[in-house]
């Protein structure tokens, strides 16, 4: 009896340290992420407005220093996210940051953190650490691509100098998007949909022990490039 009962604790005890994969219809996860987005590009809306309107009623309270004008931007040429904010310009013909699509690509890629951490946690449970960055980034290349997105990258480049170049030429999660407005519009709404994948790779290499910049970059739709930048030394 005795022996009965500990086998099946020690099964439910497995069952938890390992539990089954669970598959979800491809089309099912393109829907979320379009409603994840929407959603919380709303509440990151609400959000941006609320603490603009607490920081103006303590501005008017003398709580405050008034927030100070810096000088207007230079416009960047190249349509890339290597600057992660977007910018418009003001009715006062001043450059401001849009606060709400920062608010936004950042709650994407705190999501993409929490998603990629678990997911190599469940790739690597069965290995050791990695020896170092080279090999640690072929796993984020191979292994965790084919997880996350059902192929492995197409092209892998680096300095040697802790900066790695990751290329897929038909990205998964912005390969249906377009816009009726052209080309342009197309590939700002791109921007926001490359967010969580980069927190997913970020993530990623956090539990297995790297801190890494993550960027990415969208210069021609479906093709997408993620900058990992990794401490010296690391």
Not at 87 to 112: H, N, W
Request: overall charge positive; charged content about 25%; hydrophobic content about 40%.
């Amino acid at each position: 009896m005795a022996t009965s009962a500990s086998t099946s604790v020690a099964g439910n005890l497995a069952a938890l340290a390992d539990p089954p994969a669970r598959s979800v219809d491809g089309p099912a996860v393109d829907y979320f992420l379009i409603e994840m987005v929407n959603t919380l590009r709303a509440s990151s809306a609400v959000a941006v407005t609320r603490t603009k309107k607490i920081e103006q009623e303590m501005t008017e309270a003398g709580l405050l220093f008034p927030p100070q004008q810096g000088p207007p931007a230079v416009p960047s040429k190249r349509d890339s996210m290597a600057s992660t904010s977007s910018k418009t310009a003001g009715a006062d013909g001043k450059t401001v940051v849009d606060d709400e699509e920062e608010a936004l690509r950042l709650r994407l890629e705190s999501i993409g953190m929490h998603v990629g951490a678990n997911i190599a946690e469940r790739l690597c449970h069965d290995r050791g650490l990695f020896a170092d960055t080279l090999d640690a980034i072929k796993f984020i290349c191979k292994e965790l691509w084919v997880a996350c997105w059902d192929k492995q990258v197409d092209n892998l480049r680096t300095n040697h100098r802790g900066v790695y170049v990751l290329q897929d030429n038909a990205f998964k999660p912005i390969q249906r998007i377009s816009s009726w407005q052209g080309r342009a519009d197309a590939l700002r709404r791109s921007k926001m949909y490359a967010a969580m994948p980069a927190g997913i790779i970020k993530g990623a290499l956090s539990r297995l022990g790297f801190q890494a910049v993550v960027v990415p970059e969208i210069t021609t739709l479906p093709q997408c490039t993620f900058q990992v930048k990794l401490p010296k030394g690391s």
